[in-house]
């Protein structure tokens, strides 16, 4: 982590493991492959949410079936390329500070020394 910033407060600082395969899933599972980035679209953190999935439509009394969360939990699981491009520390974007770095320090050198030579 390059900044104090980056690092998550708690509850968010927790680890999520991603869920193992199952024959049953539920929407638990479904969840923790979110918070665990298996699904690519946010950053593996847990995040505390004030009902949990599903919950919705069990209390309207439509419960989603272990064979709709099996498919969820299919389609929505990322390939590693995608997981390794939304990575925020490290993965394809490892060399953007340290490019912005140089040609701002490379910059600030050419005008020092065009002022300094003419």
Known sequence: MLF?????PPPGNLHVAEPPASDRPT???????IDSGATGDKVAAYDPGLSQLGTDDEAAGNPPSHERIALARKTE?????????ASPHGGLN??????F???IGGIGA???????LF
């Open 4 to 8: 104090r910033s980056e690092t998550l």
């Open 27 to 33: 929407t638990a599972m479904l969840k923790a492959d």
């Open 77 to 85: 699981t990322a390939s590693a390329r995608v997981r390794k491009a």
């Open 94 to 99: 490892s060399w953007v500070i340290p490019g």
């Open 101 to 103: 770095c140089t040609t």
């Open 110 to 116: 050419i005008l020092t020394l065009s002022i300094w």
